[in-house]
């Protein structure tokens, strides 16, 4: 349908699949009402000084397989400077949907009937859902562009929202018209500009939407790391069930016999799943200090794990107090050790003014696995958890806290 504004003299040309009662002059928002003869004649103008909008009447764009035009956009005022933006799609084959725009935050509406509800409910269960009243309001149109199949009112829109994000069911009744119940879903800036690929840019985001959903699914993420630890549990038993702890290599080693050589143990061979192997080590120290390199070599690959350790005891009397720091014997581990033929090549050292202390004793242990491990991961992921579902209960109390029914008082 094409029409020329009389006041502007702007050109509108948009197929429309539907009789038109109602065109707004994109250009200067006059109003024109369709007559009997199927002309257009003069009624108002609405007195709006803002754009249109970033999706203008006549652009296309292909939903669910088929393609749609935006016939008409209607802007609506509530308050005093809340303002969002409802745009018209229709098919080819006169089927309707409807996008709402509001600080940058979308959502695309189908109409529903109205049979499932009756009066005016704070909850409704809805497909498996249940929706919470957000707000109950009354707008009035501030402008509007293209064309419509109903004469819009001048007068006050009623309004009830409910909401179960990403998901939305609204009533709308306008001027002793029947309510129209319409459901609504969240849909992002970037699916907007996919389908519609406007030339104008989008709005950014303001604030939390309506029925923006929250990062993350807080319900299934827990249900999700939850599994994942069964599993490793499960995974780690079956593993681990008949390993038990085994002294693979003990021996004293002396500091004069290897004072300028490595002392090379005996081969061993490790059986099972992959372990931490644990150095302990004890020597004579006595304000002194000795040393302890350690190489574990595998003879199958021939990779060599380093790794080193000193052995401290000093003591004494101060201030009318005694005194300690360190200790004769320490450990340490190689973790993840897998299964294979290995042996060790270790070289001992002392503080040379230490004349009494003779040897080091160097045991090697190959443990029963821990569960250290797997305890750190359940509390990561319970922090993980914690984090997102109070990430979410905060991204709720925001949302809520516009609205006159919010349940986070």
């Not at 061979?269 to 302890?292: C, E, M, Q, Y």
Request: charge should be negative.
């Amino acid at each position: 349908m094409n029409i020329t504004c009389y006041q502007c003299n702007t050109s509108t040309d948009i197929e429309v699949p539907f009789p038109v009662k109602q065109f707004v002059c994109p250009n200067c928002f006059s109003i024109y009402r369709a007559t009997e003869t199927g002309d257009f004649t003069f009624k108002d103008k609405y007195k709006y000084d803002k754009e249109i909008g970033c999706l203008t009447p006549g652009l296309k764009g292909t939903l669910e397989g088929e393609e749609y035009t935006i016939t008409g956009v209607v802007i609506k005022n509530y308050q005093v400077d809340y303002y969002w933006r409802e745009y018209i799609l229709a098919s080819a084959t006169a089927k309707f949907l409807y996008l709402s725009e509001a600080n940058g935050h979308w959502i695309l509406l189908r109409e529903i009937p109205d049979d499932f509800v009756k009066g005016h409910p704070k909850i409704i269960d809805y497909n498996d859902k249940v929706f919470k009243l957000y707000d109950i309001a009354r707008p009035r149109i501030a402008a509007a562009a293209g064309f419509f199949d109903v004469s819009l009112p001048t007068g006050l829109v009623t309004m009830a929202e409910l909401i179960a994000p990403p998901y939305m069911i609204s009533f709308e009744r306008l001027e002793k018209e029947e309510r129209t119940v319409f459901f609504g879903e969240h849909i992002s800036k970037n699916q907007v500009k996919r389908i519609f690929k406007p030339t104008a840019e989008l709005p950014n985001r303001i604030g939390i939407g309506l029925v923006q959903p929250y990062f993350f699914n807080v319900r299934q993420l827990a249900l999700i790391l939850c599994s994942v630890t069964l599993l490793i549990l499960l995974t780690h038993l079956y593993v681990y069930n008949n390993k038990n702890e085994e002294v693979v290599f003990s021996n004293d080693i002396s500091f004069s016999e290897y004072s300028d050589k490595e002392y090379v143990s005996p081969a061993f061979t490790l059986k099972g799943g992959a372990s931490p192997l644990t150095i302990s080590l004890h020597s004579g120290v006595d304000n002194s200090w000795a040393n302890a390199q350690v190489a574990l070599v595998n003879e199958d690959t021939n990779e060599e794990l380093y790794a080193n350790k000193d052995v401290e005891y000093y003591h004494g009397y101060s201030e009318g107090e005694s005194w300690t720091e360190g200790d004769q014997s320490d450990d340490f581990s190689i973790c993840g050790i897998g299964a294979g033929k290995y042996h060790l090549a270790i070289t001992v050292v002392k503080a040379p003014e230490d004349m009494n202390n003779t040897g080091m004793k160097v045991t090697a242990t190959w443990n029963k696995a821990s569960y250290w491990n797997i305890w750190m991961l359940v509390i990561i992921m319970a922090v993980i958890v914690l984090i997102t579902y109070f990430g979410e209960l905060y991204n709720e109390t925001k949302r809520w806290s516009d609205s006159p029914y919010t349940p986070y008082e």
